[in-house]
């Protein structure tokens, strides 16, 4: 058996990062994201939404509540005018995968260690009971022997 230290172990990881950032699904979210901070229209109705953030907290601390309600208004519309854009659409998209790819690496590897610590311990994998705990049920009487 190989024992790997914790260095090998961020190597590795740095390694499947360097993969991972060389996919497709990468490679379409860093195009999406490209092209959204370049598109004047989105860069100046982010600028029109940070402006009036400001102008509502300024409103929320000094308690003008009416005022508030109108920027947050106005907020939301800038808001809803940026979700409808393809780009940004397609922005959220590539977000998903490449987060939906993220998941699947970190299950995959969370599942393999299971396993790994299950079938080292003489486990039972379809029970997911490592060695130890079917030991310690056995000696209690709640085995199945």
Known sequence: MTVYS???IVARARELGKMMSDTEEVDFFKRAEAQLNGNEKVKDTIARIKSLQKQ??????????EALKKVEAQIDKLQEELDELP???????SQVVVN????????????QVTDEIIESTGGDLLQGDTGSKMKADQNSGMGCH
């Open 6 to 8: 914790k260095d090998d």
């Open 56 to 65: 509502a907290v300024n409103f929320q601390h000094y308690g003008k509540h």
């Open 87 to 93: 780009i940004i659409q397609q922005f959220k998209e």
């Open 100 to 111: 939906d790819l993220l998941q699947l690496v970190a299950s995959t590897i969370s599942k």
